[in-house]
């Protein structure tokens, strides 16, 4: 029923860790599919023969994950980082949620997040929604990729991952996916994710995430998938984003830069 698809880069230290916890779970109607984006560390020798390995050369996570949905053959897919492990009744529980649910093309769990293996509290902002939440996943990614089950017919509806993204890949799906779906959210901590490493995407793009979520907004806003009660808030959002980002840009330095996303913040304007 499930193809569980984990793309990994230089993690061979996670990676078996993240496999096992696949391995183990109590439902066991899956296949399991390894994308190696160009990995130079030993990763091939932490994937099992039962799993399928596909390698690419670097492309970044986006392309990784679109190479497994494209090689995947079931009609449920679940994203697994290769840093991060799931509780052993994950998908028993997930895919039991969606099949009793069948008008939710989307569903996710809650998490338990570590930092450098200490417990990590989190914010507020962090909390988890479901129903139509589109306007939640406009300040910052509330859906983890590592949570997610999803059914393939999302993609048909709505494309792969932009590989135009070096980061925010996911909340780009986010955006396009809930302008039109609605999430089924499962209050269990069923996902345990590690963080506080430099190896990590949103560590490395940390000083200018925002760039990409901006890009992300703009590139929804001129698709013409919002109605007008999900273009205001969009707006709103976008003006925010490009004022703190523009004026830090100034601050830094960078005048064309700031200049450029302070006007952008004019282009659009809310419908009142």
Not at 14 to 30: E, G, H, N, P, R
Not at 33 to 39: E, K, P
Not at 252 to 262: F, I, Q, S, T, V
Request: glycine share 6%; aromatic share 10%.
């Amino acid at each position: 029923m499930i193809s569980v698809i984990i793309p990994t880069f230089n993690r061979a230290l996670f990676l078996k860790k993240a496999i096992d916890s696949v391995l183990s779970q109590t439902y066991q109607d899956f296949e399991l599919i390894i994308v190696d984006d160009g990995s130079h560390d030993n990763t091939q020798e932490s994937v099992p023969s039962s799993a399928k390995y596909i390698r690419q050369g670097n492309k970044g996570p986006a392309a990784a994950r679109n190479v497994g949905i494209k090689k995947s053959t079931r009609p449920f897919i679940a994203f697994l980082d290769s840093d991060d492990r799931w509780d052993r009744d994950k998908l028993a529980i997930q895919i039991k949620a969606m099949q009793k649910n069948p008008d939710y093309l989307v569903s996710h769990t809650d998490e338990i997040w570590y930092k450098n293996g200490r417990l990590l509290n989190q914010k507020k902002k962090h909390k988890k929604y479901q129903g139509y939440i589109f306007d939640k996943c406009l300040p910052l990614c509330v859906v983890s990729m590592s949570t997610v089950m999803i059914k393939r017919e999302l993609f048909n509806n709505i494309g792969f991952f932009d590989e135009t993204f070096p980061c925010c890949e996911d909340y780009d799906l986010w955006l396009r996916a809930s302008a039109k779906n609605k999430f089924f959210f499962i209050a269990n901590p069923l996902t345990l994710k590690d963080g506080g490493r430099p190896d990590q995407v949103s560590y490395i793009y940390r000083a200018g995430i925002d760039k990409f979520r901006i890009q992300a907004i703009v590139k929804i806003l001129e698709s013409g998938a919002l109605d007008p009660g999900q273009r205001k808030p969009a707006i709103l959002e976008l003006q925010k984003k490009c004022g703190i980002y523009g004026n830090g840009c100034i601050k830094h330095g960078k005048k064309e830069d700031g200049k450029h996303y302070l006007e952008l913040a004019d282009r659009y304007q809310p419908v009142s």
